[in-house]
């Protein structure tokens, strides 16, 4: 069961990430957006919307924590989870929502000097994607939180629950979920998509800056257009790091858990048979068993750890020394 | 060992491990994420704080069984290690077949790690593009002592301050960040990792950090103090 609820967390790990990394694209928040404001300056106007609310990781954790403050209090009220997480969500995106109309409309308006309009279409047909996408991204994420909280009652095991509360714990997954699609799927969005005209295979040149595709396959080139493109690539991987990641932290905790003893203790405490009771006895009288259960639980779960970072830069390398065999060294101008 | 001067120390070593470790993130910032320059494209302290948050989540369901120092920091450690690890190597799967770039440096000749060439890979006019092994590694270690850093701080608080877990959990996530803003000051903008000549300022910047986590280890000592929770 345990391991039923932690493939759960990891999916929806996955699917709230490549929503994050979407909505970012959508609204053209983080890193890339700095080319939307400099697009109007080298005189590119276009029909960009212009989210830079703040960097994705606080705006995340501020969505995220207003989501599980509400699911939270709402909780405390009895309020069936099913019903609480959604409603929280809501929340978050309400305030998402009022911060991508002053967003958009007083970085667009301060460039006014530049000949930038504010086109009403662009501001309207975006929002409800924003909203959209952010909502999915915020409701997993608020899920995650509800399910580590209270992931010991879930699974028959009461000493599992996690001792953060929920809004912390939505707080902790905001800030990093933010961080991974900053870091990751804003790659794909502001080095190949925003760019689209100049050569594939080759960083962007600082005399590129500025100057980014506004036109699209059809017409003149929105947020639209970016959103269904990130989503073939840069989107299910940056889903996929931050699944990854919670994926490899779940899997040797529970490595550690299951070699080290604590799991069977665990177990065997909670259950009415005469074993649960030797153990409970056992524990009570002997408290250096348990300490040392943990410490062995803590160790394993440390050194599976560093092996799978250790493979990691395995891989790392792995991929270097593929790129630099397949690509060559740079034959451009 | 008296609690107050084991949170003290503990904050102290904690904020002065973490500045360590932004300074050996490769963080690139705006310009990577148009690969136009090496490192992870993202703000400094937003991705140290990421990685420490990993870290710290993984910390703080190890501290409820096991009260042994060492192996709660070395948990959170552990947790930003991979938190990094799995990011700079997806973000490099997006450099090589999303955009079509090689990782190389832009500050130096040759990888001092795999001692492979990196400048006729790089782009013109670029400050290099992706995550070359030199970085790589410098990151992952930046990722082992900030996570170290943050999970120490949060044990002291847990344990020697006596806080309530959600309540350590917020004050080390509140000196962290303040260590982490300090670094990345000092950093100013991006930085590739411990070959990065901007490496060089850092005594600066664990002095500072130094300063500001003596004054929140003596600040949280009066909190428990007054508070009741210790003494």
Known sequence: MLFAWMLLIVFLALIACMFEDLESDMGSQSNPNSQVQLAAQVGQVNRFFNKAISGEAPSYALYCTIAGVVAYVLLLREVNPLLAIPIGALAGEAIHVIFSVTAHVGRTAAQKRFEQPIYLDVLYGHLLPIATHGFMATLCITAIAYIQCNLGTLSGMPALNHPFALPLLAFIWGITVGAIGSSTGDIHYGAEREFQDRPFGEGKRVVYHGKI????????????????????????????TFG????????????GMMLGGYL?????????????TVARVATELLPAIPAAIGDLTAIIGILVGLAIGIVLIVGNVVIVKWARKRYGPFVGE | MDPILLIVVCVLAGGVLASLGVHLLPVGGAPAAMATATGVATGTVMLMLGAAMCGLFTAASVATYTSNILLVSLSGAVGSWLMMGVTMLLANLLYVFGVGVVPVSGRVDVDPITRESQKEYKTPQCDGHGVPNVSYISGMMGALLGGFGGALMYFALLEYANFEPTMAGVAAMGIFVANAIIAAYNIGGTIEGFQDPKFKRLPKALLTCGIISLL????????????????
């Open chain 2, 216 to 231: 929140s280890g003596v600040l949280v000592s009066v909190v428990a103090n007054m508070g009741g929770l210790i003494g």
């Open chain 1, 244 to 255: 990854v990641i919670i994926l490899f932290e779940s899997w040797r905790s529970l490595v």
């Open chain 1, 264 to 276: 069977p203790l665990q177990e065997a405490m909670a259950s009415d048979t005469l074993l649960g």
């Open chain 1, 213 to 240: 595709t506004r036109y699209a396959d059809c017409g003149v080139r929105t947020q639209k257009d970016i959103a269904y493109f990130c989503a073939k690539y840069g989107g299910p991987v940056t889903g996929l």
